[in-house]
């Protein structure tokens, strides 16, 4: 019966390896290099601000800042019918007639250049080429923020993971002393009682693995939809966290300036003080120097003039002032300038918040590194303390109730081990982000 039984098990066991190693194969197994390139390739929100950069690069054109003549081409072509009376002092010449057909053809090319609007096209310029490099700096933010996101993630599938084999640990003593109490009926030195417990720790234990691996799952459905891949792609994540301890809260905060949210910040001011410029600029005198052809001709049938043509260039200098237009550039200057001022808080709002954010982020980071050093000695002891329990229940020199204890102990010192070393490895990724510095 015994020999039964272990060709039974070794079947099992077989079929199990068999089924896992096809499981690998289906898997494809997923670094951290490949999750992060694959949301940048992939990030709408990336492609949103490379496509803002484009918008801006091309419109970063000094035609579009109005500093490059204009030429027009002008046609018409009229065709009438009419009806004359025309009476002179000499009554033979008197002409009174109807339907009399006539034409009126013009064209031309007029060529216009400004030569003084008071420097709003050197500002307009100017603020197109600020607007190009807010865009670029938009964009290295945005693929900071999208790097953070993505291995924040990742690093959460790793810490789910290493609960999961922790729990897998704890089922294999469960399955132990399990063992062990049938031994000891076999012999009569265990009951039923204990047995029943031991088998209801199990079964506790593999529902708590269950619903762990439900856990592991959705976090691996929530990182594959961060990188934009199909929610049910099979991912084999083997990775352990491992944490950067010589970050400096001296050289992150001097290096917060260098975020490149805040240097879109600092470039939004210079933006508005531009358009300052510009509006300032409405209230000067525009000199536009013209050039180009004119051909007019005029025919018709009867009547005084029976043709009439015109042809030739021109060149001509215009002028306009501005006199009086109910004071709306000069408001529109003003709104200017607050806005300006707006720019310059909003900036320094900024900047607060990100040193607070560091100072905050970095306590939790020290404080975490302090309790994990001690986390990581209770780890160890968990599991000697766990050996020797086990070893004096097999002995008989420990009760059920005491391997459940030092199980529980292995298990809740395992889960903070995880989670400790997760909780610094967030708060280095943020202070990296913060301070610009965040790769692979």
Excluded at 333 to 360: C, F, H, M, P
Aim: glycine share 4%; proline share 2%.
């Amino acid at each position: 019966m015994a020999l039964g039984n272990l060709h039974s098990m070794k079947r099992i066991l077989v079929a199990s390896f068999s089924f896992l190693c096809l499981s690998g194969l289906a898997q494809q197994r997923l670094s951290l290099t490949d999750a992060v390139n694959a949301a940048l390739k992939n990030s709408y929100d990336i492609q949103i601000a490379r496509s803002n950069v484009e918008i801006t690069n091309i419109n970063n054109y000094i035609g579009v800042a109005g500093g490059l003549p204009s030429v027009n081409g002008t046609a018409s072509d009229n065709e009438q019918i009419t009806s004359i009376n025309q009476k002179y002092a000499d009554a033979t010449r008197d002409t009174k007639r109807a339907n009399v057909g006539s034409n009126n053809l013009a064209f031309g090319v007029t060529g216009s250049m400004l030569l003084y609007n008071g420097s709003r096209v050197i500002a307009t310029r100017k603020r197109l080429e600020e607007l190009l490099v807010q865009n670029q700096e938009l964009l290295s933010a945005q693929v900071q923020n999208t790097v953070a996101g993505v291995m924040t993630k990742y690093y959460d599938v790793v810490r789910q993971q290493n609960y999961l084999k922790t729990l897998t640990q704890s089922i294999d003593v469960s399955k132990k002393r399990l063992d062990i109490l049938q031994v000891r009926k076999e012999v009569g030195l265990s009951n039923n009682a204990d047995i029943f417990q031991a088998q209801l720790d199990l079964n506790a234990a593999v529902q708590a693995k269950q619903s762990q691996q439900l856990v592991v799952d959705q976090a691996k459905t929530d990182l594959l939809n961060l990188i934009f891949l199909q929610p049910d792609t099979p991912i084999l994540i083997s990775d352990t966290i491992i944490i950067d301890r010589s970050i400096n809260i001296d050289s992150v905060r001097s290096s917060i300036a260098k975020n490149p949210t805040i240097l879109a910040a600092d470039q939004q001011i210079h933006i508005n003080e531009l358009i300052e410029r510009e509006t300032a600029a409405l209230r000067y005198p525009t000199l536009r120097a013209t050039t180009g052809y004119n051909f007019t001709s005029a025919n018709s049938a009867a009547g005084f003039t029976l043709l009439n043509q015109s042809y030739g260039p021109f060149v001509g200098l215009s002028l306009s002032i501005p006199i009086y237009n109910g004071g709306i550039y000069k408001r529109q200057q003003q709104v200017a300038t607050v806005n300006t001022r707006i720019s310059k808080i909003q900036r320094d709002q900024l900047y607060l918040n990100y040193e607070s954010g560091t100072v905050r982020t970095y306590q939790a980071y020290t404080n975490t590194l302090n309790q994990l050093k001690t986390e990581q000695d209770n780890y160890q002891l968990s599991i000697q303390l766990l050996d020797l329990v086990l070893q004096r229940f097999q002995l008989g020199q420990a009760t059920i109730i005491d391997v459940r204890v030092a199980q529980e102990s292995f298990e809740n010192e395992g889960y903070r081990l995880v989670n400790l070393s997760y909780t610094a490895k967030v708060a280095e990724i943020e202070l990296k982000r913060l301070s610009s510095k965040l790769a692979l």
